[in-house]
């Protein structure tokens, strides 16, 4: 069974509030017969896009291969957020690479937040990028660490565009009864994301990249020179690959699938909310919170509430609305029978370490993946860095390559029900709050 078409109609975008909303490219033909490239780019998400956008501007000949439309998988499915950092926080960093690369790290973060708003303002992309996210906890003892690591970023970073919410403020900006405290980061953002992925496909074009969709790569033959991407109608002989499918790269490299695993998650979108959009958010700003299996959501410009909660680690999605309902009925009581008008499921990947997994992973084949849902800017600046790599420029890679990662216990084979069990552990702690 292929991820790719457990829960999709072949080349059709999902029934969620994104595809009803996107300003959409027609579709790029399928490739049929043999075809020559500088590089040849599986995936045509955030970083697939970005990589093929920063090599055509270089001068390189780009051949982009997607199996559905471009954005079709998380990078047009997922919350929006733009986030600060990396995924996992700058303490528990400092003590994995040591201050020197941890600053790196923070700095690399910074310029991936940097690059989508340039991007976004360089190539006219309408996708509702807005500043603001806030990230929610539960407890007084959560808030005493929220509000310490606030100051740990202002002292040791020089980040001064966070600040710490006490319950008052939360309760003025969240009015969930769950909330005690935060903080907000007016620095990090929100966008649409299906939106974003289609600006960078046109800039893509424009600068001369040929895509096509429908497009199902089936076999990488990685010694070879060039390298031979064969696909369901044809081949793309490349000087260079990059593999930019995360969760839904299935087995095009085993190294990558050691160490990258495919998770599910689940979005919901409600009626507009009209005058009780303030009983969710006061302020144009996203949400997401501290549990392990997070809760994340904003409000659409229509004032929907887009809910995000839930996980899954097989191949099938679940029954979708119940899996969201629970978790945004805790938060949001009032809001527990309210109707859904979109609900929709995405496949993305994480890592043992939730940190991207960014390699030379064959003679001439590059890979990122695993952003571990922190993916808008993580995932864009992957394909830049990417780009850059094959151009000869190491800056980037180099701090990522060197994060340490681990394959999953049991390698791709057994990976699935071995996270389950620990997902399972995980959700029993955040039902307790411990």
Avoid at 118 to 140: M, N, R, T, Y
Wanted: charged share 20%.
């Amino acid at each position: 069974m292929n991820l790719l078409f457990s829960n999709d109609r072949r080349g059709q975008y999902p029934q969620s509030w994104y595809a009803a909303t996107a300003h959409r490219c027609d579709p790029f033909p399928a490739l049929e017969g043999e075809t020559r490239a500088d590089v040849c780019i599986v995936g045509g998400g955030f970083t697939g896009l970005s990589a093929a956008l920063h090599l055509a501007k270089a001068g390189r000949d780009v051949v982009l291969l997607e199996a559905h439309r471009v954005g079709f998988g998380a990078s047009g499915r997922n919350g929006g957020q733009l986030g600060s950092g990396q995924r996992v926080d700058q303490l528990t960093l400092e003590k994995l690479v040591g201050p020197e690369d941890a600053r790196k790290l923070w700095s690399l973060a910074e310029d991936a937040k940097a690059l989508v708003k340039a991007l976004v303002a360089e190539h006219e992309i309408d996708c509702d990028l807005k500043p603001g996210v806030a990230h929610a906890v539960f407890s007084q003892r959560e808030v005493e660490h929220e509000h310490a690591y606030v100051a740990h970023l202002r002292d040791h970073y020089g980040y001064g565009q966070i600040k710490a919410l006490d319950h008052d403020a939360m309760r003025s900006l969240c009015p969930s009864p769950k909330y005690v405290g935060g903080s907000l980061d007016m620095g990090a953002a929100h966008l649409h994301p299906l939106n974003f992925a289609l600006g960078l496909a046109r800039a893509a074009v424009a600068a001369g990249v040929r895509i096509h969709e429908g497009t199902h790569v089936q076999e990488i033959k990685e010694g070879s020179r060039p390298v031979e991407i064969r696909t369901e109608a044809g081949k793309v002989l490349a000087e260079h690959v990059i593999l930019a499918a995360n969760g839904y790269l299935g087995g095009l490299n085993r190294k990558v699938a050691a160490r990258v695993m495919p998770i599910n998650n689940f979005i919901a979108a409600t009626p507009p909310l009209g005058d009780d959009a303030d009983k969710v958010l006061s302020r144009d700003v996203a949400v997401a919170d501290s549990k392990f299996m997070i809760n994340y959501f904003r409000l659409s410009p229509d004032k929907r509430l887009l809910f995000g909660g839930g996980e899954s680690y097989g191949y099938r999605f679940p029954n979708i609305e119940r899996a969201v309902r629970k978790p945004m009925a805790e938060i949001f009581p009032h809001l527990a029978d309210i109707p859904f008008d979109y609900t929709w499921g995405g496949t993305l990947a994480i890592t043992m370490r939730r940190l991207p997994y960014i390699a030379r992973v064959a003679p001439n084949v590059l890979s990122a993946s695993g952003y571990s849902g922190h993916g808008v800017g993580s995932a864009t600046q992957a394909g830049q860095i990417l780009a850059r790599v094959i151009e000869g420029e190491s800056d980037g890679f180099d701090v990522l390559s060197r994060i340490p990662t681990r394959p999953f216990l049991g390698g791709a084979a057994l990976r699935t029900p071995l996270l389950t069990l620990a997902m399972m552990w995980y959700a029993t702690r955040d039902r307790l709050g411990i």
